[in-house]
């Protein structure tokens, strides 16, 4: 898989939160690719995985493999945190903010 990252142009929507499924994973990773205008076929190409698998990872295909699905999400500039359960309504807060301050 490649290693360079997809140039940044216009900031892409905020479609950001807490991901508890790969359904969910799959909406964030394509309205974020969508948001920088990228087609399946650019983000594949780039990151030397094929578009099948960025489909079926959009789709929410729960057997998608882990170190393409993260070096996918880091290609895209995007990236998982970790954090307990208990704090993940706050960081949601954090991020709708952050959001809000950019529509600012």
Request: aromatic fraction near 0%; avoid cysteine.
């Given at each position: 898989m490649g290693s360079e990252m997809i140039p940044i142009g216009k900031k892409a929507p905020r479609h950001y939160g807490i991901v508890r499924s790969p359904e969910e994973l799959g909406r964030v990773m394509r309205a974020h690719r969508k948001g920088r205008r990228l087609t399946l076929e650019e983000t594949a190409d780039v990151g030397g995985t094929g578009i099948r698998f960025l489909s079926e990872l959009e789709r929410g295909k729960a057997t998608a493999q882990l170190g393409k699905t993260l070096e996918t999400l880091r290609l895209l500039g995007l990236?998982?945190?970790?954090?307990?359960?208990g704090m993940a309504d706050r960081v949601q807060q954090l991020l709708d903010q952050a959001a809000e301050d950019e529509r600012d």
């Open positions: 990236e998982v945190v970790v954090v307990p359960r």
